[in-house]
């Protein structure tokens, strides 16, 4: 699955951001999908997933609460709305695709994922 983010952006703290995730193709709705983010100086952390059909999601305790995230697939579209953003959001935020099709469970680890966009840049200013 190959995947493209948008959506990035300077923000100040307190403000949102939706995050875009598209994956043009047929096989989008059949794999689960996720949000992982990398600060400068940092490894690469999970941040969210979703089930490839919908509905169940998981994600990080540092984010619960203020993003959510969610999937469109009949626009083979994934997408990350943040709020109440911190200065410590501020990341490299990358979409991924599970390595495996149709998983019934949702992986949040980075070996889990086998199809990695891009990145966009979140920067939160104090």
């Known amino acids: 699955v190959q995947l493209q983010a948008s959506g990035g952006g300077l923000v100040q703290a307190g403000d949102s951001l939706r995050l875009s995730c598209t994956a043009p193709?047929?096989?989008?709705?059949?794999?689960?999908m996720g949000w992982f983010r990398q600060a400068p100086g940092k490894g690469r952390e999970f941040v969210a997933a979703i089930a490839w059909r919908g509905g169940r999601t998981y994600s990080a305790d540092s984010v619960k609460g203020r993003f959510t995230i969610s999937r469109d697939n009949a626009k083979n579209t994934m997408y990350l709305q943040m709020n109440s953003l911190k200065p410590e959001d501020t990341a490299v935020y990358y979409c991924a695709g599970d390595r495996w099709r149709a998983r019934n469970w949702l992986p949040n680890t980075e070996a889990d994922f086998g199809s990695w966009g891009q990145g966009t840049l979140v920067t939160v200013s104090s």
């Open positions: 193709g047929s096989t989008f709705s059949n794999y689960n």
